[in-house]
């Protein structure tokens, strides 16, 4: 028995070959791990340089596609005669005439790949607290005498603004700007301004505030190149003409709104140093149950009321938010009727002031009293022989709509919503832009003064000093300080204007 349990004991005992056994497999395991676990590290670092070197060479290759893309589009742009290139954000510029494309990017680490073409070197004048201007057509700033009385007029007057012609109903550009980008509608022109550089930058020297203006949608040159952008008679077919014969294009065309655009840009790039609009709205005087709008239409069946108002706003929000897109500095303004400060529908032509104040700069009514209706002012004489009653009715009624409009922006912020400017009719302007709004101002409206004689009016006087000097007492009584005088002949009597 106790052999037996001897026996038992001792084939049960641990030997010492076992346990060396076992530390030897650990020792193995422990090798095996870090070493694959050492290859796994190895790898992995190997795999991050090797992802950085992919990301690295990909940046390289797109900033060498960039480069082919900016020198391509540089040299097109240098054979269209752009003279200056803005190359980045910032806005750095590169003279053409004095440096190659390649070399103006040398020290930059980003550029446009599609470079700005700056056409001249132009600094714009800041607009003059208060703005007062005169109009001059084409033709008369094309005249060097009446350059050179404009200039005198500046220095030994309050003038110290223009407005000059751009395009007129005719279509026409009355100053030559670059054809590249005008590929659907073709440029006309009618060169009377044929070295506009150069009269601006005479008129900037004796610091003459310069504003170009573009006429829209009366333009006769357009509806005979492109026909199917006219206002169409009710048949659809047939060009649609106003009493005097002339044409128009639809206001609703995008197309219409580009080709203007594009005006509007290279005018600026051109030193202008603000640009005005005219003949924004729907046209009148002709046969109107004889009409239909090829683009506006749909708009027009669903709201009869409100229906031109709505197709002029969705043009506002376009046309200013696409020009500030490229030039944030840029200054705007608008014609419109006198009338539309007074009224609170849209005049039959789509204008109602409210909408226009939330985009432009400077909204500009064009308050000439002998354009009112006889019965705008309790006189039986007519309204062109009360230059300060008309004035003074125009301005209160247009210092009211400032206030509805301030409220109705205060009540779209409370709100988070769009602004509602009549019942039915809210404004296109993004709820995110309506949060951004400063109370309008007085300053935001310049009105447009009568300095001619309305010969053919049945019962007029002749305008001198005292009836301009009425119009401008009225603004002054009522806040309004700044102005621009209108005379088609370019004319004015150096009396008219205080020393």
């Known amino acids: 028995m106790n052999k037996k349990d001897g026996k038992n ?22 090798i095996f791990f870090a ?16 992802l950085i070197r992919i990301f690295e060479s990909k940046q390289e290759k797109k900033k060498r596609i960039q480069k082919e893309i900016f020198l391509k589009n540089s040299q097109r742009l240098a ?6 290139l803005i190359v980045d954000f910032s806005e750095n510029y590169c003279d053409l005439k004095k440096k190659k494309p390649l070399d103006c990017i040398k020290n930059l680490d980003f550029f446009l790949p599609n470079p700005i073409c ?6 714009h004048l800041k607009t003059p607290e ?17 350059i ?18 751009i395009k007129e109903t005719n279509g026409q550009l009355y100053l030559k700007i670059p054809e590249y980008g005008f590929k659907e509608i073709k440029l006309s022109w009618d060169l009377m301004l044929r070295k506009p550089k150069e009269l601006i930058e005479k008129l900037h020297q004796n610091e003459i505030y310069v504003i170009g203006r573009i006429v829209l949608f009366k333009d006769k ?43 509007a840009k290279e005018a600026y790039l051109l030193g202008f140093d603000e640009i005005n609009l005219d003949y ?15 683009f506006s239409n749909d708009i027009l069946e669903k709201d009869k009321k409100w229906g031109r108002a709505k197709v002029l706003d969705n043009f506002f929000n376009y046309f200013t938010s696409e020009l500030r897109k490229e030039f944030p500095e840029i200054k705007i303004s608008v014609d419109v009727f006198g009338q539309v400060a007074v009224n609170n529908d849209d005049v039959t032509i789509g204008q109602i002031l409210e909408s226009a104040l939330l985009y432009f700069d400077a909204v500009a009514p064009m308050s000439y009293p002998s354009h009112y209706a006889w019965n705008f002012v309790p006189f039986k004489d007519g309204p062109d022989n009360h230059p300060y009653a008309v004035i003074n009715k125009t301005l209160k009624k247009a210092s009211q709509k400032i206030d509805f409009l301030n409220k109705a922006i205060d009540e779209a912020k409370k709100s988070n919503s769009k602004i509602i400017l009549r019942e039915g009719f809210e404004a296109s302007l993004p709820i995110e832009k309506v949060l951004k709004l400063e109370p309008v101002t007085k300053d935001k409206l310049r009105f447009w003064y009568q300095a001619f004689t309305c010969t053919w009016c049945s019962v007029y006087k002749p305008y001198g000093r005292f009836e301009v000097g009425e119009q401008k007492r009225a603004g002054y009584d009522n806040g309004y300080n700044s102005w621009m005088l209108w005379n088609a002949a370019s004319y004015y009597n150096e009396n008219i204007f205080d020393k």
């Open 79 to 84: 054979e269209q005669g752009c003279e200056l």
């Open 148 to 165: 050179e009385k404009l200039i005198r007029l500046a220095k030994e007057t309050e003038i110290n603004a223009v407005v000059i012609d």
């Open 221 to 263: 040159a357009l509806t005979k190149q492109r026909p199917d952008l006219a206002v169409k008679k009710a048949n659809g077919k047939d060009i649609w003409k106003d009493y005097k014969g002339k044409t128009w294009v639809d206001p609703g065309s995008k197309e219409v709104w580009d080709y203007n655009l594009k005006i």
């Open 280 to 294: 924004v709205r729907f046209p009148t005087d002709g046969p109107m149950g004889d009409i239909y709008y090829p």
């Open 9 to 30: 004991n001792s084939n049960t005992r641990p030997r010492p070959f076992f346990y060396f056994s076992l530390l030897f497999l650990l020792a193995l395991i422990v």
């Open 35 to 50: 070493f694959v676990g050492g290859n796994k590290l190895e790898v992995k670092a190997n795999g991050d340089d090797f």
């Open 118 to 123: 700056k056409r001249y070197r132009v600094e």
């Open 130 to 146: 208060p703005l007062r201007a005169v109009y001059y057509s084409a033709y008369g700033a094309s005249r060097k005498d009446k």
